[in-house]
């Protein structure tokens, strides 16, 4: 089965367009206005792999086959999304099928393109979709920690207690405004909550939407932003994929 990544933020920040510029296979429509994207739309990615171009000089194919992944162009998420809002709980059902996330966030001015969030702010807009993501998980957990409690606490369920107590570990990382990625969970931690599927237990991949000039620099948006996301280590493309 090919990786699975979706594209997410907040509405109006590029994500069709970042979309129909990778996709080999499909096109997504790219408008001004909140909800232009309401069902996901699915392209194919060639993934470049210099071994493979290698290999070929070896044996001389006929042809060369990159492998792919597919990408998911999601709506975007506002505020109040775990709640709902915006079609929320369908949106971030669409993230959930996904194995990794692209994050993609407005760093450019153009008072030409919608925005309902106020100045233009990177780090903010990032931690509007890491509380809505979060607050959804934690909704996931506390629903999951309620049907093991009891076992956990009476007779000998070892393996409700272990359960338990991981849970009680993501419940407390989530309260703090921190995502299950950053908790670091082993392979053997992570079955207790694997049938959660949880938002925020992905890795993200961060895009910084400039403008035409700052795309080979950067701009003081984009580096808001990568100081931002520093602790996490995560990785931040510069881009100009403008509407």
Known sequence: MALKAGIVGLPNVGKSTLFNAVSINAKAQASNYRFCTIEPNVGLVDVPDERLNKLAELVIPDRIVPTQMEIVDIAGLVKGASKGEGLGNKFLGNIREVDAIIHVIRCFEDENVLREEG??????????????????????????????????????????????????????????GKSIYSLGLSKEENVAVADLFLLTDKPVLYVAN???????????????????????GAQVIVMCNNI
């Open 119 to 176: 100045a233009i702010n990177p780090v903010s807009d990032k931690e509007i979709i890491d509380t809505e993501l979060q607050l959804k998980d934690l909704e996931s957990v506390e629903k999951k920690m309620q049907r093991v409690e009891k076992m956990a606490r009476v007779g000998s369920d070892t393996k409700a207690k272990a359960e338990f107590e991981i849970l009680t570990r993501c419940k407390n990382h989530l309260e703090t």
């Open 210 to 232: 400039v403008d035409e000039a700052s795309m080979h620099t950067g701009n003081k948006y984009s580096e808001m932003l990568t100081a931002a996301v520093a602790q996490e």
